[in-house]
């Protein structure tokens, strides 16, 4: 005897279960059982298949963490080598303007107030502007370090970028 049950996986049939026997048996009394069994073995089935699914977008995610980490941390580098020659790059000119406005100072007593007001206008920016490098670089670093968070007084900011946009927007 011979009884042949379909697996199927969503309506959609991926084998076949078969029961044999060497005596004449008849199934028929057992259909229920059977079909019972064969849902069963099928829904085992598509839990492997799901299962190996998952396993294989699991392997691709991490592929693509590995791959997108290493992107950014090569992006880190660039943005890091970028930052330290820029920074480089602007000392110079800042060291030579305030070389001048040095000079220029010392001759103070033969320029006008007005003129004086500038010179202090372009040592005050020179000097804003060594720190903006400074920062550049701090912000540049800020990749390998720890993060700590703290509170900030948005108030206290606001008002310093008031106080600092003050001059050229004119009062």
Not at 92 to 117: K, M, N
Request: proline residues 1%.
């Amino acid at each position: 005897s011979f009884a042949a049950l379909p697996l199927r996986i969503r309506d959609e049939g991926v084998g076949v279960l078969g029961l044999a026997s060497r005596e004449g048996r008849n199934f028929e009394g057992q259909a229920e059982f059977l079909e019972a069994l064969s849902n069963e073995i099928a829904a085992g089935l598509q839990n492997a298949l799901l299962y190996e699914e998952v396993r294989r977008h699991e392997v691709e995610l991490e592929g693509r963490v590995i791959e997108r980490t290493e992107q950014l941390e090569a992006a880190n580098r660039e943005l890091e080598t970028f930052s330290y020659s820029v920074s480089h790059d602007l000392r110079a000119p800042l060291r030579h303007i305030s070389g001048y406005v040095s000079l220029l100072e010392r001759s103070a007593l033969a320029l006008d107030e007005r003129s004086r007001r500038y010179i202090g206008v372009i040592k005050e920016s020179t000097e804003r502007m060594d720190t903006l490098v400074d920062d550049l670089l701090e912000f540049s670093r800020m990749g390998r370090a720890e993060i700590h968070r703290s509170r900030v007084d948005l108030r206290e900011l606001v008002e310093e970028v008031r106080e600092e946009l003050k001059s050229d927007a004119g009062g």
